[in-house]
T-cell receptor
Framework: GIQVEQSPPDLILQEGANSTLRCNFSDSVNNLQWFHQNPWGQLINLFYIPSGTKQNGRLSATTVATERYSLLYISSSQTTDSGVYFCAVGNAGGTSYGKLTFGQGTILTVHP | NAGVMQNPRHLVRRRGQEARLRCSPMKGHSHVYWYRQLPEEGLKFMVYLQKENIIDESGMPKERFSAEFPKEGPSILRIQQVVRGDSAAYFC?????????????????FGDGTRLSIL
């Protein structure tokens, strides 16, 4: 199956700093989603981005499908950005039926 | 809120009891996925269902676990004779119908999860 690696595993920032999270995947995909799991355990859907670039406020994401990686940018970080960020990929072709394979996540801590 | 609804949010069971987790997909969504998140780990796929059909159960443990998505009503994940190792957060996701054979994928929308604790 598809392998998904996220880096860095942990990230500590001061409020106001910028950061880049990376997601590498081992095979072609037609679904890539970024999630934020908040301290209450809820999964917040940030981006659906199998290719290209999207922006939503202080967050943006870029996926280069041909090179099998995606980047999540967080600018002017806030303490509420703390939590775990997951990248998940899927491929509707073959026998995978579109199920998502998650990376191990990046634990982000933003200090005031 | 027309999001994916899971209940209960928290469920406590004693070893040997049965656990039933429910998931109502978003309106208009006919694809349901169940994922499990063990403590300190990422989410792992368990099963993919469409109405009245199990499409892919490659991530389901072979014993004690079953899932259904009936014609009417929510999808149910059932765990029989629970053990301590079943303690986890169970997430349900749904996606809209996609064009058959097109390879077009759709984003999955997740519920808030059910936290299962086994005493």
């Amino acid at each position: 199956g598809i392998q998904v690696e996220q880096s860095p595993p942990d990230l500590i920032l001061q409020e106001g700093a910028n950061s880049t999270l990376r997601c590498n995947f081992s095979d072609s995909v037609n679904n890539l989603q970024w999630f934020h799991q908040n301290p209450w355990g809820q999964l917040i859907n940030l981006f659906y981005i199998p290719s290209g670039t999207k922006q939503n406020g202080r967050l943006s994401a870029t996926t280069v499908a041909t090179e099998r990686y995606s980047l999540l940018y967080i600018s002017s970080s806030q303490t509420t950005d703390s939590g775990v960020y997951f990248c998940a990929v899927g491929n509707a072709g073959g026998t995978s039926y579109g199920k998502l394979t998650f990376g191990q996540g990046t634990i982000l801590t933003v200090h005031p | 809120n027309a999001g994916v609804m899971q209940n209960p949010r928290h469920l406590v069971r004693r070893r040997g009891q049965e656990a039933r987790l429910r998931c109502s997909p978003m309106k208009g969504h006919s694809h349901v996925y169940w994922y499990r998140q063990l403590p300190e780990e990422g989410l792992k796929f368990m099963v993919y269902l469409q109405k009245e059909n199990i499409i892919d159960e490659s991530g389901m443990p072979k014993e004690r676990f079953s899932a259904e998505f009936p014609k009417e009503g929510p999808s149910i994940l059932r765990i029989q004779q629970v053990v301590r190792g079943d303690s986890a957060a169970y997430f349900c996701a749904s996606s809209p119908t996609r064009g058959a054979g097109t390879g077009v994928n759709q984003p999955q929308h997740f519920g808030d999860g059910t936290r299962l604790s086994i005493l």
